[in-house]
């Protein structure tokens, strides 16, 4: 409310220097309110705060039931699925829990699998090792608990076998977004068939967001040079994006509200497919 205050003050005096100080003053106090809805958001059921408080002990074999967040995404080795969890099994003991956890999957060369048909909006059951802290830690390195509750991830889990994950049901979703997931999925498959294993990585990941398929060496390259940045979708990507698409949305259409409808339509389908991080959509945002 202080913030709306603030800044209905601002433009009403927007020609005096006060205004100013009313913007920074809004800032400040949305930065404050958020920090405490950040804070007080952590309930006593987060899977975080279980193995924070010892209830559930770290690199211990759990079995959670949830619905996956977003496409499962895809990777060398298997891949990676977020999941909303709704219950726990703990030594016996069930209990409700809320949390996203990272689930990784091991690849399977098996014509059925229980995880080839996971997608957004799956409810599934798995049996896993489920881990919060660091196995070792170097000096300097951010501690790895603050780096899951930067990106939202309560914990993550290791499955060994594909037997241990079972589709229960399937939610319903929104289906546009499915739509936009599905594509990207098939954009990662039509990269890594039709170029080489090295350019569909630099590709996959520069442009729809997923490094899993980087081998080393070029990896190491990229960061030798100092450009491993573009590697990593963010508000640059966003902003020059954006800008092409208007471009070429002008050249067939004067019409502000088409140019303004098809780019912010584009460019939201696209921050939702790359994962929708902070950076990419406090950029889209700002874009819009």
């Not at 770290?58 to 891949?79: C, H, I, K, N």
């Not at 956890?101 to 409810?123: A, M």
Request: glycine share 8%; aromatic share 8%; net charge neutral.
């Amino acid at each position: 409310m202080i913030c709306v205050v603030s800044g209905i003050a601002a433009i009403i005096l927007e020609p005096n220097p006060i205004a100013t100080a009313i913007v920074l003053i809004a800032f400040f106090t949305a930065g404050m309110i958020s920090v405490q809805v950040e804070n007080s958001g952590v309930r006593s059921n987060r899977i975080r705060s279980l193995i924070d408080n010892g209830l559930v002990a770290t690199d211990s074999p759990v079995e959670l039931e949830g619905v996956v967040f977003r496409a499962p995404e895809p990777q060398s080795e298997g891949m990676v699925v977020d999941i909303d969890t709704s219950n726990i099994i703990y030594r016996g003991s069930d209990r409700s829990v809320a949390g996203r956890v990272r689930l990784y999957l091991p690849q399977t060369s098996e014509p059925i699998s229980s995880i080839r048909d996971l997608n957004y909006g799956s409810r599934i059951r798995v049996t896993c090792r489920i881990s919060r802290d660091d196995a070792f830690q170097n000096p300097g390195v951010r501690n790895r608990k603050e780096m899951l509750d930067r990106i939202g991830i309560d914990a993550t889990c290791s499955v060994k076998s594909d037997l241990l994950v079972e589709e229960v049901s399937v939610e319903s979703v929104f289906l546009p977004l499915k739509w936009i997931y599905d594509v990207r999925s098939n954009l990662i498959r039509i990269f890594q068939r039709e170029l080489t294993q090295p350019t569909a990585g630099v590709m996959i990941a520069s442009l729809l967001g997923n490094r899993y398929f980087l081998d080393k060496n070029t990896a190491e390259l990229f960061r030798e040079g100092g450009t491993f940045h573009i590697l990593v979708i963010s508000g640059l990507h966003i902003t020059f994006f954006g800008g092409l698409l208007l471009f070429f949305v002008r050249l067939f259409t004067g019409n502000r509200w088409i140019q303004f409808v098809v780019t912010t339509s584009i460019i939201w389908s696209y921050t939702l497919a790359v994962g929708g991080d902070l950076p990419v959509t406090r950029a889209a945002i700002m874009f819009t």
